[in-house]
């Protein structure tokens, strides 16, 4: 069962213009969102996250929307840079039993930055 | 900011071999880790949580006696693949949790740069 969804497995956009990643979930007992940025062979590198309590958070050129009554989260890059082309992962986070934070993590979306 | 390592970076053995991958927070202190395993195109999986001076918590369908954790100190969990098989061959990944949770938009975790795996 797939809690956090990234029903987008790629996406190409222009240089300049803006990208849009799209994250989707489905258990009500998240209250933190983070997007990560992933290379091959390494560990995620963290962007921005959001709190339940908040519909948006702005990180110069990344902006993350949270629609907590639709479940849905997304990621804004602007502009868009060569530099950003990877593999982005939605992650949502809850308290686990023992009190600890525990990520689950969307698919990912492959993005491509064409010059 | 904080940073966690892993070694090896990479390994390869024979099946059969079992195999000791370690994290380490260089510049905190971690009670508690994660580790995570990702195959080809697919999300990082939660395998287990480790804590510091008690039993790793193992995720459903993980097989504790196959990954063996060990939070041997509070800046060293080791995992540790048994009797190692082709399909264990994968990328593992391990975390730590920043201090509590914060509501200003900060990362939570740190993540290692991981661990590739291939078992012949």
């Known amino acids: 069962d797939q809690q956090v969804k990234q029903n987008s497995p790629s996406l190409s956009v222009q240089e300049g213009r803006i990208s849009i990643l799209n994250c989707d979930y489905t258990?009500?007992?998240?209250?933190?969102f983070l997007w990560y940025k992933k290379y091959p062979a390494e560990g995620p590198t963290f962007l921005i996250s959001?709190?339940?309590?908040?519909d948006k958070n702005e990180d110069g050129r990344f902006t993350v929307f949270l629609n907590k009554s639709a479940k849905h989260l997304s990621l804004h890059i602007v502009p868009s840079q060569p530099g950003d082309s990877a593999v982005y992962f939605c992650?949502?986070?809850?308290?686990?039993?023992?009190?600890?934070?525990?990520?689950?993590f969307g698919t990912g979306t492959r993005l491509t930055i064409i010059p | 900011g904080a940073v966690v390592s892993q070694h090896p970076s990479r390994v390869i053995c024979k099946s059969g071999t079992s195999v000791k991958i370690e994290c380490r927070s260089l510049?905190?202190?971690?009670?508690?880790m994660f580790w995570y395993r990702q195959f080809p195109k697919q999300s990082l999986m939660l395998m287990a949580t480790?804590?510091?001076?008690?039993?790793?918590?193992?995720e459903q369908g993980v097989e504790k006696d196959k990954f063996l954790i060990n939070h041997a100190s509070l800046t060293l969990s080791t995992l540790t693949v048994t009797s190692a098989h082709p399909e264990d061959s994968s990328f593992y990944i391990c975390?730590?949790?920043?201090?509590?949770?914060?509501?200003?938009?900060?990362?939570?975790?740190?993540f290692g740069p991981g661990t590739r795996l291939l078992v012949l």
């Open positions: 959001i709190s339940s309590i908040k």
């Open positions: 992650a949502a986070s809850a308290l686990n039993n023992f009190g600890n934070e525990k990520l689950t």
């Open positions: 975390s730590a949790p920043h201090t509590g949770r914060t509501l200003a938009g900060q990362e939570t975790q740190y």
């Open positions: 258990n009500s007992m998240f209250d933190y």
């Open positions: 480790s804590n510091e001076g008690s039993k790793a918590t193992y």
């Open positions: 510049d905190f202190q971690a009670t508690t």
